[in-house]
């Protein structure tokens, strides 16, 4: 079975950063694309970022300029460097997978900013 486990959430100041890091196991193939996406309390989820195999990248508007994603293909890694978080940012963050047309996600990770 394919798993996705995510790590680096927590406790953040507005204006301070975060890592989120997920780690892909139980695949053969490298994922065509990886990325994260975030569910706030009474919102709808939502794509924070993505990357393909290639390296290509898309983000949300509400975090361009401020996440970087990034993977290492090699150990089926994907990360988000968080900078200058806003209490907006506030949510589960959700390391998701694509393979063979289906997703795979992983069990959120909290990320709270707060004064």
């Known amino acids: 079975q394919v798993q996705l486990v995510e790590s680096g959430g927590g406790l953040v100041q507005p204006g301070g950063s975060l890592r989120l890091s997920c780690t892909a196991s139980?695949?053969?193939?490298?994922?065509?694309?990886m990325g994260w996406y975030r569910q706030a309390p009474g919102k709808q989820r939502e794509l924070v970022a993505a990357?393909?195999?290639?390296?290509?990248?898309n983000y949300a508007d509400s975090v361009k300029g401020r996440f970087t994603i990034s993977r290492d293909n090699a150990v089926n890694t994907v990360s988000l460097q968080m900078n200058s978080l806003k209490p907006e940012d506030t949510a589960v963050y959700y390391c998701?997978?694509?393979?063979?047309?289906?997703?795979?996600w992983g069990q959120g990770t909290q990320v709270t900013v707060s004064s």
């Open positions: 998701n997978a694509v393979k063979l047309g289906l997703d795979f």
């Open positions: 139980g695949v053969i193939l490298s994922f065509n694309t």
């Open positions: 990357i393909t195999r290639g390296g290509s990248t």
